[in-house]
Protein backbone atom coordinates (compact mmCIF):
# COMPACT_ATOMS: atom_id res chain seq x y z
CA UNK A 1 0.00 0.00 0.00
CA UNK A 2 2.89 2.49 1.04
CA UNK A 3 4.50 1.48 -2.58
CA UNK A 4 1.74 2.06 -4.36
CA UNK A 5 0.82 5.78 -2.44
CA UNK A 6 4.49 6.51 -4.12
CA UNK A 7 3.39 5.66 -7.36
CA UNK A 8 -0.18 7.42 -7.07
CA UNK A 9 1.77 11.07 -6.15
CA UNK A 10 4.04 10.56 -8.98
CA UNK A 11 1.47 9.70 -11.94
CA UNK A 12 -0.97 12.49 -9.80
CA UNK A 13 1.31 15.31 -9.52
CA UNK A 14 2.89 14.36 -12.98
CA UNK A 15 -0.10 14.50 -14.77
CA UNK A 16 -1.08 17.73 -13.12
CA UNK A 17 2.21 19.75 -14.31
CA UNK A 18 1.84 18.80 -17.65
CA UNK A 19 -0.14 21.74 -18.72
CA UNK A 20 1.09 24.84 -19.08
CA UNK A 21 1.71 27.18 -16.11
CA UNK A 22 3.61 29.04 -14.47
CA UNK A 23 5.92 26.57 -13.16
CA UNK A 24 7.16 24.85 -16.39
CA UNK A 25 6.73 27.69 -18.66
CA UNK A 26 9.36 29.13 -16.09
CA UNK A 27 11.31 25.66 -16.58
CA UNK A 28 10.92 26.50 -19.89
CA UNK A 29 12.87 30.30 -19.97
CA UNK A 30 15.68 29.46 -17.65
CA UNK A 31 16.68 26.09 -19.74
CA UNK A 32 16.83 28.47 -23.37
CA UNK A 33 17.97 31.43 -21.49
CA UNK A 34 20.60 30.25 -18.64
CA UNK A 35 21.35 26.40 -19.21
CA UNK A 36 20.01 23.50 -18.06
CA UNK A 37 22.47 23.56 -14.93
CA UNK A 38 20.03 26.34 -13.61
CA UNK A 39 17.04 24.63 -14.69
CA UNK A 40 17.77 21.54 -12.59
CA UNK A 41 18.86 23.92 -9.65
CA UNK A 42 15.33 25.11 -10.06
CA UNK A 43 13.28 21.93 -10.68
CA UNK A 44 15.33 19.96 -7.66
CA UNK A 45 14.33 23.02 -5.51
CA UNK A 46 10.85 23.59 -5.96
CA UNK A 47 10.72 19.90 -6.23
CA UNK A 48 11.74 19.50 -3.11
CA UNK A 49 9.23 22.55 -2.01
CA UNK A 50 6.58 20.53 -3.68
CA UNK A 51 6.68 17.75 -0.48
CA UNK A 52 5.88 19.31 1.77
CA UNK A 53 3.39 21.56 0.13
CA UNK A 54 1.33 18.35 -0.49
CA UNK A 55 1.31 16.92 2.35
CA UNK A 56 0.05 20.28 3.67
CA UNK A 57 -2.72 20.22 1.38
CA UNK A 58 -3.88 16.82 2.27
CA UNK A 59 -3.37 17.31 5.84
CA UNK A 60 -5.48 20.65 5.71
CA UNK A 61 -8.00 19.45 2.56
CA UNK A 62 -11.35 19.53 5.22
CA UNK A 63 -10.34 22.32 6.84
CA UNK A 64 -9.26 24.19 2.92
CA UNK A 65 -12.70 22.89 1.51
CA UNK A 66 -15.06 24.56 3.87
CA UNK A 67 -13.26 27.96 3.22
CA UNK A 68 -15.90 30.41 1.68
CA UNK A 69 -14.47 31.99 -1.71
CA UNK A 70 -11.44 29.70 -1.85
CA UNK A 71 -11.26 29.24 -5.96
CA UNK A 72 -12.17 33.13 -6.21
CA UNK A 73 -8.89 34.19 -3.80
CA UNK A 74 -7.04 31.73 -5.71
CA UNK A 75 -7.86 33.13 -9.15
CA UNK A 76 -6.81 36.80 -8.09
CA UNK A 77 -3.87 35.56 -6.59
CA UNK A 78 -3.25 33.65 -9.79
CA UNK A 79 -4.08 37.19 -11.87
CA UNK A 80 -1.61 38.70 -10.10
CA UNK A 81 1.29 36.56 -10.11
CA UNK A 82 0.63 35.54 -13.90
CA UNK A 83 0.60 39.32 -14.33
CA UNK A 84 3.94 40.37 -12.68
CA UNK A 85 5.58 37.39 -13.87
CA UNK A 86 4.19 38.40 -17.13
CA UNK A 87 5.43 42.26 -16.85
CA UNK A 88 8.84 41.02 -15.64
CA UNK A 89 9.68 38.47 -18.37
CA UNK A 90 7.94 41.64 -21.03
CA UNK A 91 10.71 43.85 -19.60
CA UNK A 92 13.18 42.00 -20.05
CA UNK A 93 13.13 40.44 -23.55
CA UNK A 94 15.43 42.00 -25.13
CA UNK A 95 18.01 41.59 -22.48
CA UNK A 96 20.48 38.35 -23.40
CA UNK A 97 21.31 36.44 -20.73
CA UNK A 98 24.97 37.17 -18.58
CA UNK A 99 26.85 34.64 -16.93
CA UNK A 100 26.62 35.62 -12.88
CA UNK A 101 28.13 34.18 -10.08
CA UNK A 102 25.26 33.85 -8.14
CA UNK A 103 22.79 32.44 -10.70
CA UNK A 104 22.63 29.04 -9.42
CA UNK A 105 21.53 30.21 -6.10
CA UNK A 106 18.94 32.57 -7.67
CA UNK A 107 17.39 29.25 -9.60
CA UNK A 108 17.47 27.09 -6.24
CA UNK A 109 15.53 30.58 -4.45
CA UNK A 110 13.15 30.88 -7.52
CA UNK A 111 12.54 27.14 -7.46
CA UNK A 112 11.52 27.88 -3.68
CA UNK A 113 9.87 30.71 -3.98
CA UNK A 114 7.46 29.22 -6.74
CA UNK A 115 7.50 25.85 -4.77
CA UNK A 116 5.50 27.92 -1.96
CA UNK A 117 3.24 30.50 -4.02
CA UNK A 118 1.74 28.17 -6.25
CA UNK A 119 -1.73 28.43 -5.80
CA UNK A 120 -3.36 26.74 -8.36
CA UNK A 121 -1.98 22.95 -6.81
CA UNK A 122 -4.22 23.54 -3.99
CA UNK A 123 -7.74 23.40 -5.92
CA UNK A 124 -5.22 20.47 -7.46
CA UNK A 125 -4.43 18.42 -4.87
CA UNK A 126 -7.96 19.11 -3.18
CA UNK A 127 -10.06 17.88 -5.84
CA UNK A 128 -7.01 14.87 -6.60
CA UNK A 129 -6.75 13.88 -3.28
CA UNK A 130 -10.21 13.81 -2.18
CA UNK A 131 -11.11 11.42 -5.21
CA UNK A 132 -7.84 9.18 -4.38
CA UNK A 133 -9.00 9.34 -0.29
CA UNK A 134 -13.09 8.96 -0.85
CA UNK A 135 -12.20 5.97 -3.28
CA UNK A 136 -9.88 4.32 -1.26
CA UNK A 137 -6.36 4.65 -3.13
CA UNK A 138 -4.68 6.04 -0.28
CA UNK A 139 -4.70 6.20 3.28
CA UNK A 140 -4.85 9.25 5.85
CA UNK A 141 -2.04 7.71 8.04
CA UNK A 142 0.86 9.93 8.37
CA UNK A 143 3.74 7.66 6.97
CA UNK A 144 1.40 6.85 3.64
CA UNK A 145 0.62 10.63 3.33
CA UNK A 146 4.46 10.97 3.48
CA UNK A 147 5.27 8.68 0.58
CA UNK A 148 2.52 10.11 -1.17
CA UNK A 149 4.12 13.31 -0.32
CA UNK A 150 7.24 11.89 -1.45
CA UNK A 151 5.76 10.96 -5.25
CA UNK A 152 4.39 13.90 -6.01
CA UNK A 153 7.57 15.61 -5.60
CA UNK A 154 9.01 12.75 -7.72
CA UNK A 155 6.14 13.47 -9.80
CA UNK A 156 6.63 17.53 -10.13
CA UNK A 157 10.52 16.46 -10.94
CA UNK A 158 9.98 14.38 -13.52
CA UNK A 159 7.26 16.26 -15.70
CA UNK A 160 9.58 19.44 -15.08
CA UNK A 161 12.63 17.93 -16.32
CA UNK A 162 11.20 16.41 -19.44
CA UNK A 163 9.93 20.20 -20.49
CA UNK A 164 13.53 20.82 -19.47
CA UNK A 165 15.19 18.66 -22.06
CA UNK A 166 12.15 18.90 -24.55
CA UNK A 167 12.54 22.85 -24.45
CA UNK A 168 16.65 22.67 -24.77
CA UNK A 169 15.96 20.33 -27.81
CA UNK A 170 13.70 23.77 -29.20
CA UNK A 171 16.54 25.73 -28.79
CA UNK A 172 18.82 23.40 -30.64
CA UNK A 173 16.51 22.47 -33.46
CA UNK A 174 15.28 25.92 -33.84
CA UNK A 175 17.85 28.45 -32.57
CA UNK A 176 15.49 30.84 -31.50
CA UNK A 177 16.36 34.15 -29.86
CA UNK A 178 16.35 35.59 -25.91
CA UNK A 179 14.06 38.21 -27.65
CA UNK A 180 11.11 35.72 -29.06
CA UNK A 181 11.46 33.21 -26.16
CA UNK A 182 10.66 35.68 -23.53
CA UNK A 183 7.69 37.52 -25.86
CA UNK A 184 6.52 34.39 -26.21
CA UNK A 185 6.57 33.18 -23.02
CA UNK A 186 5.35 36.56 -21.45
CA UNK A 187 2.16 36.74 -24.31
CA UNK A 188 1.46 33.02 -22.70
CA UNK A 189 1.36 34.39 -19.26
CA UNK A 190 -0.97 37.71 -19.55
CA UNK A 191 -2.93 35.16 -21.48
CA UNK A 192 -3.46 32.98 -18.05
CA UNK A 193 -3.82 36.10 -16.56
CA UNK A 194 -7.06 37.49 -18.69
CA UNK A 195 -8.27 33.83 -18.97
CA UNK A 196 -8.75 34.00 -14.72
CA UNK A 197 -10.08 37.79 -15.04
CA UNK A 198 -12.33 36.63 -17.62
CA UNK A 199 -13.45 33.72 -15.78
CA UNK A 200 -14.07 35.50 -12.75
CA UNK A 201 -16.48 38.35 -14.60
CA UNK A 202 -18.32 35.46 -16.14
CA UNK A 203 -18.63 34.14 -12.63
CA UNK A 204 -19.73 37.38 -11.33
CA UNK A 205 -22.18 38.72 -14.01
CA UNK A 206 -23.41 36.02 -16.03
CA UNK A 207 -23.04 32.60 -13.68
CA UNK A 208 -26.42 32.72 -12.10
Given at each position: ???????????????????????????????I????????????A???????F??F???????????????????????????VM?A??????????K?????????I????????????Q??????????????????T?????I?F??GS??????????Y???????K?????S?H???????????????????????L?????
Amino acid sequence: MIFLAFFIGLIANFIGYVPPGNVNLTVAQLTINRGMKQALSFIIAFSSVEFFFTYFIMNAADWLSEQVHLDTVIDWIMVVLFGVMGAITWVHRNRAPKAKKNSMSNSIKYGILLGIINPVQIPFWLITGSYLITHEWIETGWLTLIIFSVGSAAGAFLCLFIYARFARLLKQKLDLSTHVINTAIAILFFAFAAYHVVKQVYLLFFKH
